[in-house]
């Protein structure tokens, strides 16, 4: 009945493991012969069937297998280490308008990038910083505070909290990134000028909240705006 099954093959005999010499074998699936040995090609990884090789070969099988990949699919994948540099989006709040008058996007954040930002913004009589030693370096036209807290910087943390939430680019990593810096530059000058329109027509036009005595203190000073942020741009 065997014989029937393989026609043509009846001298021929299927070994699992080593090939002796003058042994004829029929490689059969995803098997394959390198050196005189006969391994088992895998979805994961290049293992070989044959237990008793040794790792030279199980690597000189992994390497041929690698060199062959490209060939079965007639395509060829290339892959190189890329370094990512750091980019920082620095930027200077006015506290009762929460309007952005200043803001840089650089691959540095020193003296050099925050005295640009303080020489072009709006002139202030005080400012405040948290307790990095590049803001207390800066010249300022009034009296500059530094904090180890967010006592005094809760606006510019709120407005970097809105960035996060309304640009993609910079709340997910792994699947909405920007690949050049000019992207970041353009992305948040559209986004600074209807962020700027939205405060500024906020703040013109809020209004107290009215609440019951009793819970006054814990709800929202202010009523909702009859706009949002989207209708700005």
């Not at 020489?119 to 904090?147: C, Q, R």
């Not at 809020?206 to 700005?232: G, N, V």
Request: glycine share 6%; proline share 2%.
């Amino acid at each position: 009945m065997r014989k029937s099954v393989y026609a043509g093959a009846e001298e021929e005999r299927i070994q699992r493991g080593r090939k002796n010499a003058g042994d004829k074998v029929l490689l059969r699936g995803k098997q394959r012969e390198v050196n005189g040995e006969i391994f088992q090609d895998e979805q994961s990884k290049c293992g070989s069937v044959d237990k008793g090789a040794s790792r030279e070969r199980e690597r000189e099988a992994c390497d041929a297998d690698k060199s062959l990949r490209g060939r079965r699919n007639g395509r060829n994948l290339y892959t190189r280490w890329v370094k990512k540099n750091e980019t920082y989006v620095i930027t200077f709040i006015e506290r009762e308008t929460r309007q952005i008058v200043g803001h840089r996007v650089s691959e540095r954040k020193d003296v050099e990038t925050i005295q640009e930002i303080a020489d072009t913004a709006p002139k202030a009589a005080t400012y405040h910083s948290d307790g990095n030693p590049a803001y207390a370096e800066t010249l300022y036209y009034g009296n500059h505070f530094a904090h180890y807290d967010k006592s005094e910087t809760y606006t510019v943390e709120g407005v970097n909290s809105d960035l996060r939430h309304y640009i993609p680019g910079f709340a997910r990593r792994s699947k909405c990134f920007y690949r050049k810096i000019e992207t970041v530059i353009a992305v948040m000058a559209v986004f600074v000028r209807a962020f700027n329109l939205f405060a500024l027509k906020k703040f013109q036009t809020r209004k107290i909240a009215k609440h019951r005595p009793a819970s006054s203190s814990k709800l929202h000073k202010y009523a909702e705006s009859p706009f949002a942020l989207i209708d700005f741009f």
